[in-house]
């Protein structure tokens, strides 16, 4: 069964703080990996691709380890506008059909 | 951002009702996405569409028809569905062949079936 899994949440932190998100999957042959962000009661958006050899894009990286199976999202200086729930997502290709796999999400709460 | 739009936003229905959900994407993609977001669940792909042709179809019953009459359109058509049907259905569209294949998602079709 292909599956994504993340940390439960909720995380509750105040301005300024780093937070970390980790997530596992458990198809080995899963190809490409993304972290997205759902606001409430809106859709899920592309936050960013995760790279093999780890990405940077402003205060969040993302890092990737095939070995472990294990995707990992960083915040730094956090905002109130990052308060979301953040998907990790796995995307598996092969036979001529390729599926997203989402995770459950893990919800963020910035606190003033 | 009117890359992915969906029509309507939100919708009230009877079980013994008929109606469709619309979808339309404006990113020049070829392959369509219908997925469900129900509360505390994932997100459930149920078909996927590459350039018109439905190469994907997990399990979803026959209540729910999808039809994609080109690689900008995609229809999810709805019939005599059940109140555990109701949840938020979300169209996102890719450009297969090429990159990663990373989702650009539409913002959903709230549906309530009574």
């Known amino acids: 069964r292909k599956e994504v899994e993340q940390d439960p949440g909720p995380f509750n932190v105040p301005e300024g703080a780093t937070v970390a998100f980790n997530c596992t999957y458990s198809?080995?042959?899963?190809?490409?990996f993304f972290w997205y962000r759902q606001d409430c009661r809106k859709e899920p958006k592309l936050l960013m691709s995760?790279?093999?050899s780890g990405n940077e894009d402003g205060r969040f990286t993302a890092q990737l380890n095939r070995a472990s199976q294990y995707i990992s999202l960083l915040i730094r200086d956090s905002k109130l506008s990052d308060s979301a729930t953040y998907l990790c997502v796995v995307r598996y290709s092969g036979a001529g059909s390729y599926q997203l796999t989402f995770g459950k999400g893990t919800k963020l709460s910035v606190i003033p | 951002e009117t890359g992915v739009t969906q029509t309507p936003r939100h919708l009230v229905m009877g079980m013994t009702n008929k109606k469709s959900l619309k979808c339309e994407q404006h990113?020049?993609?070829?392959?369509m996405y219908w997925y469900k977001q129900s509360a505390k669940k994932p997100l459930e792909l149920m078909f996927v569409?590459?350039?018109?042709?439905?190469?994907e179809n997990n399990s979803v019953p026959s209540r729910f028809s999808p039809e994609c009459p080109n690689s900008s359109h995609l229809f999810l058509h709805l019939h005599t569905l059940q109140p555990e049907d109701s949840a938020l259905y979300l169209c996102?569209?890719?450009?297969?062949?090429?990159?990663?294949?990373?989702?650009?998602f539409g913002p959903g079709t709230r549906l309530t079936v009574t």
């Open positions: 990113l020049g993609h070829n392959a």
């Open positions: 198809n080995s042959a899963s190809q490409s």
């Open positions: 569409y590459n350039f018109k042709e439905q190469t």
């Open positions: 996102a569209s890719s450009q297969e062949g090429q990159g990663i294949g990373e989702q650009y």
């Open positions: 995760v790279y093999s």
